[in-house]
């Protein structure tokens, strides 16, 4: 099963949980025991596992990305569209996971969740989700 489906961020840099959007497209598949894997179709996003309870979480990711690669800093891309911390940021955090559905559900930790990382927003950003049966 595959689909896609689409995510409208609010800021040039944000953390958004997409994991309600991920845990609906796995149950609607009817698959029990088998992977997911969700993939941002875009080069200046990326999609991680991390916690979603506590939102400075995401807010700390974009911080130490941001002194790690800060904007306009001399990077060789600038000079086409001026958002070359925005691509390695996504390089560095991949654009996709894969993870276990085990008894017809996504297996996360208590913790974890799906984060969209948007670095060069506000834009709509597709996903594409794809499901894998074990049976
Ligand atoms: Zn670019």
Request: with cysteine; hydrophobic share 45%.
């Amino acid at each position: 099963m595959h689909q896609i489906f689409t995510v409208a961020t609010q800021q040039a840099k944000q953390s958004l949980d997409i994991t309600a959007r991920v845990a609906e497209i796995v149950k609607r598949s009817g698959v029990s025991r088998g992977l997911c894997h969700v993939m941002v179709l875009h080069s200046t996003a990326a999609v991680i596992l991390n916690e979603n309870d506590d939102p400075d979480v995401g807010v700390d990711v974009l911080t130490a990305l941001d002194r790690a690669v800060p904007d306009h800093a001399g990077w060789l891309h600038d000079r086409v569209d001026n958002n070359a911390h925005a691509h390695i940021k996504a390089a560095i955090l991949g654009a996709s996971e894969l993870m276990p559905i085990e008894g017809g559900r996504l297996q996360l930790g208590t913790w974890q969740g799906i984060m969209l990382m948007e670095f060069d927003g506000p834009r709509r950003r597709k996903v594409a989700v794809r499901i894998l049966t074990e049976e």
